[in-house]
């Protein structure tokens, strides 16, 4: 059963560049979240995606946005990044309409540096 | 708003000593309640969880038991081992609707010595 898998594992950019981070949920998962993690913090939620739409957004500016395909995968896109953009970016599914959808499963994350 | 609350770190413990992470929420519903762990350089993995009050979420020989009470989610093992040095996160989420967002703690770092 293969788990959450996220790509690249590492990236490197500069100030105003746009990044593109990808999601493969866990098999039978149909919703997507991530989280953004800063150094020695904890994740933060940035949205959470389900049958293709954004159904929830934490508090993050709109230079954050992502997508859902039709096989439940996700990505991540952050334009005109900023040097507070550098973290850790976890993706988590899980399977809301089936009684249990309050457990999610990350992946391995994606660590971001902004130069 | 929702929240949560953890000891701050690091804990240094040696090997077979007992631990205790502490954990207080605050929440506005009936939240269910996790510990996550985060070994260096990798994602989180889930450790246990416990879904209404009373319950105690239990793995590895790690436990924490719901306590409405005292709005409490502790993390406790009986003899911890190098191999748990980690950090560990506490996290709540509110289900409504098929919205599950998790909220976490700032994250207790655990070092254990032999």
């Known amino acids: 059963d293969a788990g959450v898998t996220q790509s690249p594992t590492h990236l490197i950019k500069t100030r105003g560049q746009q990044v593109t981070l990808r999601c493969s949920p866990k098999?039978?998962?149909?919703?997507v979240s991530w989280y953004q993690q800063a150094l020695g913090q904890g994740p933060q939620f940035i949205f959470q995606y389900y049958e293709e739409e954004e159904r929830q957004r934490g508090n993050f500016p709109d230079r954050f946005s992502g997508h859902q395909f039709p096989n439940y995968s996700s990505e991540l896109n952050v334009n005109a990044l900023l040097l507070g953009d550098s973290a850790l970016y976890l993706c988590?599914?899980?399977?809301?309409?089936?009684?249990?959808?309050?457990?999610?499963?990350f992946g391995p994350g994606t660590r971001l540096t902004v130069l | 708003g929702n929240s949560v609350t953890q000891m701050e770190g690091p804990v240094t413990l040696s090997e077979e000593a007992f631990l205790t992470i502490n954990c207080t929420y605050t929440a506005t519903g009936y939240p269910s309640l996790f510990w996550y762990v985060q070994y260096p350089g990798e994602g989180l993995q889930l450790l246990l969880k416990?879904?209404?009050?009373?319950d105690k979420g239990s793995n590895k020989g790690f436990e924490a038991t719901y306590r409405k009470e005292t709005t409490s989610f502790h993390l406790e093992k009986g003899s911890v081992q190098v191999s748990d040095s980690a950090v560990y996160f506490c996290?709540?989420?509110?289900?409504?609707?098929?919205?599950?967002?998790?909220?976490f703690g700032a994250g207790t770092r655990l070092a254990v010595h032999p």
């Open positions: 416990a879904t209404k009050a009373d």
């Open positions: 988590a599914s899980s399977l809301v309409l089936a009684g249990g959808g309050d457990t999610q499963y």
């Open positions: 996290a709540l989420v509110l289900v409504s609707g098929g919205y599950n967002k998790l909220i």
């Open positions: 098999s039978g998962h149909d919703t």
